[in-house]
């Protein structure tokens, strides 16, 4: 075998060796995500515990996948597509260790919620969670198969999981209304829906990574974005005081 030919073929080995490393690390990502949410519907503390102790695996891919970009970057120095997809990489790595920090988050909230009574908004959550699981999936999925259409169907219900997150969030609010003793529990829940909301937003940072890898453009289109919480009002019921 010619040293150009040897050459090639090692460094599409490598080059392969890297994208398998996402994808294991983006599957490590998807069964955080599912332990989580399960922890908090089975209201499971040693579980949510197991799942903030398992983020260090993730920390690890993170690590070593910068580890090899910067060697590949130095001894091959790649050029077009190669130099995309290294530079992917290194982008994809740091959206899903984001993932696993925000499921070890919702872990860390279920362990509290654990410890106080149920109350009615966390039947939201799972909801939340399955669709938060279905797009991450379908993104990793697209990475495999260099799906670029794909990539964007994920990318465009990140729409729909903002929604469900606005409902929850006004639903939360008058809960705690009604009633001051479910503060603690329903504070925990926004945080818990906040944390989903966002890993929403990290996959589909990984599609538009997808898009770039593949075409070597970036999406034009400005995300769809339907979280309104932040002008989300809830009228306080007015008090009627009894004549003495």
């Known amino acids: 075998m ?5 050459i090639v073929k090692s460094f599409s080995l490598e080059l392969q060796r890297l994208g398998n490393l996402i994808t ?4 490590t990502a998807e069964a955080q995500i ?12 040693d579980a949510a515990g197991e799942v903030v102790r398992a983020d260090a695996r993730l920390d690890a891919y993170e690590k070593e996948i910068d580890a090899e970009t910067v060697r590949l970057l130095a001894l091959r120095q790649p050029m077009g597509p190669d130099l995309r997809e290294i530079l992917s990489a290194l982008k994809i790595a740091a959206d899903i260790e984001r993932i696993g920090d925000y499921a070890a988050n919702i872990a860390k909230r279920a362990i509290t919620l654990s410890q106080v009574p149920p ?17 991450l999936k379908d993104v990793l999925d697209a990475y495999i198969e260099r799906d670029v259409a794909k990539a964007v169907a994920a990318w465009s219900r990140d729409e729909e999981l903002d929604d469900l997150y606005t409902s929850l969030f006004r639903e939360t609010l008058t809960y705690m209304m009604e009633d001051p003793r479910n503060i603690t529990p329903c504070a925990h ?6 944390n989903i909301e966002r890993i929403g937003d990290h996959a589909t940072n990984v599609a538009e990574t997808i898009h ?9 289109t ?5 979280d309104a919480s932040s002008y989300a009002v809830v009228e306080v019921p007015e008090v009627t005081r009894e004549t003495p």
């Open 2 to 6: 010619p040293a150009s030919e040897h």
């Open 24 to 27: 294991q690390m983006g599957g």
């Open 34 to 45: 599912e332990a989580a949410v399960r922890a908090v519907v089975t209201r499971d503390a």
């Open 119 to 135: 109350v009615r908004p966390a039947a939201a959550i799972p909801r939340m969670g399955n669709l938060v699981q279905e797009i």
């Open 189 to 194: 829940i926004l945080f818990i829906a906040k």
């Open 212 to 220: 770039f890898l593949v075409s070597g453009t970036y999406l034009r």
């Open 222 to 226: 400005v995300r769809p974005k339907g």
